[in-house]
């Protein structure tokens, strides 16, 4: 009995030797998730004084000669001012070249910005028939900012027929090639990501260089081509959809699938080079075949164009990412378009934030939230759509989307409801009366509501994915080798790339940083090569030697007064021909080892 008591005595001794110990441990990430969150904002603060500062300057000094010169610019202000803006929405360096500038060691770096996390570009909304509220590159939106401009026929046809609808051949699954269904195991290799971020508060992540220890092997853009594409049978089921109204849930409930994998998958995918393409072709199997383009490197810059017999979606699409101490927040800024054939549709849409928690200490996890509005510029219906940010106090259910769509009278149709990693719903509303705002979930049984349609579900996780990465069978043929044909630029020929697929995570990153090597010794030469030519008063010369993409062009989307990039066709040609243009660059290469 005796010794029970001195065992219950030593039990009670530890367990509260224990508790001090796990009570001071909490304590102390406390205080440096506290300390990190300081020094951000402490960044914060002194950058924008610095630029606040010398705006003011420069303020005051266009001002002293504004007299003297506001005849002779009168007439030609605006047209330097739209270049200017064709300059920064193409992300083109100081020098045009294409190439990022922060790839030298003395790189400008951004803060993270205080205050509640900035919108996308906003996006045309056309609830007015077709009229359309444009809204200026880089303001909030806010009511009462934007002002109605009329689109007309040629300028929406302009927007919906990039390079026609293409002849592709029927499905025939006989014509089908087999990709691969697996990869090799993702090997254990263990890394601190809190020793490499503690140096990156308030910068751009898209400057600074990572190890492939924190990469899944895929670039950019076949992970853009797997998230958009994954479920584009939703798709090919809204193109035969007769009713617009029931054609747009189902549209709505595939930019919801968009994000499904982002509840398991954290790896960062490989940052593109300047001039690297992927191409899918999948018309044999789904009916579709997928282009990028990495059309600029600072800011990223990723063109896509999917094309199948019934629907056309493209997208420029670029992003903003921004360490704040304790999460990461990425921004998209681009307008993806959607277009039927048959019913001649033409829907727009923006993306929300993403928000990846737990960058100190725990496991990594991601959430998405805010409102995004999907627009029919042929009818004028539109669907608004609100992601709900996930919080440890709410009783509400994690990952939660709600929307409501509505016509072109702004009259409330269809309410939509679930989750963004499961399945979405929608319900007919039977009345006038509208079920609620888009962060109002509809009662069950609701008299003003059809019985529910499922509009989307995800596929079962399958066998094995969590040693491979989280790859479902999509995303292991992504990079797949066997592939014939493809462009030299095809992400699929990236040494760094396969390297980290097989496992050879040291070589891999050794290989990595000579790439990117490579790639600043292009930029240079450019720069070089422009410089020359201005300064030898050949400025002609010196605007065709800046870097141009290959497949994709510039112009500017009536719908979304955005400059997007916009296939120009003839890469399908060239690899029917197997011709390709000599002026490719060659991006894998791999220069002599420094000694």
């Known amino acids: 009995m005796s010794a029970c008591n001195d065992l219950m005595s030593a039990a009670q001794i530890h367990q509260q030797t224990v508790t001090e110990e796990l009570h001071s441990e909490r304590e102390k990430r406390q205080r440096l998730e506290e300390t990190v969150e300081a020094i951000a904002k402490q960044h914060n603060a002194l950058e924008c004084a610095v630029k606040k500062n010398v705006v003011s300057r420069t303020s005051s000094t266009a001002s002293d000669g504004h007299d003297e010169v506001e005849g002779a610019v009168s007439g030609s202000d605006s047209s330097g001012t739209a270049g200017r803006n064709h300059g920064a929405a193409m992300g083109s360096s100081p020098t045009h070249t294409g190439y990022d500038d922060e790839d030298s060691d003395d790189g400008e770096f951004y803060d993270a910005e205080e205050g509640p996390a900035r919108s996308p ?170 282009l990028c383009e990495q059309v600029s490197h600072h800011p990223p810059a990723s063109a896509m164009h999917v094309e199948s017999a019934n629907w056309k979606y493209w997208q420029d699409y670029t992003m903003s990412s921004k360490f704040r101490g304790k999460y990461l927040q990425i921004l998209p800024q681009g307008i993806a378009h959607l277009a039927f054939r048959e019913s001649g549709n033409h829907y727009t849409c923006n993306k929300v934030t993403t928000t990846i928690h737990n960058i100190i200490v725990g496991k990594l996890w991601m959430d998405q939230s805010g409102e995004t509005k999907i627009v029919n510029h042929k009818t004028g219906d539109y669907c608004h759509l609100k992601y709900s940010a996930y919080s440890y106090f709410s009783k509400e259910q994690p990952h939660k989307v709600t929307g409501i769509i509505y016509d072109s009278n702004k009259v409330a149709r269809y309410h939509l409801s679930g989750t963004w990693d499961n399945r979405i719903e929608y319900r007919k ?166 000694e």
């Open 121 to 290: 570009v906003p996006l045309a909304s056309a609830v007015d028939k077709m009229s359309v509220d444009r809204v200026g590159s880089g303001a909030s939106t806010t009511s009462g900012e934007s002002t109605s401009v009329c689109i007309t026929a040629e300028e929406r046809q302009l927007a919906l027929q990039p390079m026609g609808w293409p002849s592709l051949p029927p499905i025939d699954p006989k014509r089908a090639r087999q990709y691969r269904s697996t990869i090799p195991p993702k090997p254990s290799h263990r890394m601190s990501l809190w020793g490499i971020m503690k140096n990156c508060i308030g910068r751009d992540l898209a400057k600074i260089p990572m190890p492939v220890n924190f990469n899944e092997p895929l670039s950019f853009l076949q992970r853009l081509c797997e998230v958009e594409l994954e479920y584009s049978a939703l798709l090919d089921r809204a193109a035969a959809c007769p009713d617009p109204l029931e054609q747009l849930a189902l549209v709505a409930a595939f930019t919801v699938s968009t994000y499904s994998s982002t509840a398991y998958r954290v790896g960062k995918p490989f940052n593109p080079m300047l001039g690297e393409t992927y191409e899918f072709d999948r018309t044999a199997d789904l009916g579709w075949r997928c």
């Open 429 to 594: 509303v039977m009345s006038d009366a509208a079920p609620g705002g888009p962060g109002v979930v509809a009662k069950t049984p609701n008299p003003h509501l059809a019985p529910a349609q499922l509009a989307w579900e995800k596929s079962p996780l399958e066998a094995g994915y969590d040693k491979r990465y989280g790859f479902c069978s999509m995303a292991c043929a992504l990079n797949d080798s066997s592939e014939a044909g493809v462009a030299p630029t095809d992400a699929r020929f990236r040494p760094d790339q396969r390297l980290m697929e097989k496992g050879d995570f040291d070589e891999a990153n050794v290989v990595k940083v000579r790439l990117e090597d490579a790639q600043r010794a292009r930029r240079r030469q450019l720069e070089a090569r422009i410089a020359e030519l201005e300064s030898g008063g050949r400025a002609d010369a010196a605007h065709e030697a800046r870097y141009r993409p290959k497949w994709f062009e510039p112009v500017d989307d009536p719908l979304s007064g955005r400059v997007l990039h916009r296939y120009q066709g003839g890469y399908w040609e060239a690899k029917a021909a197997n011709s390709w243009p000599r002026n490719l660059l060659d991006l894998w290469s791999l220069p002599g080892k420094k």
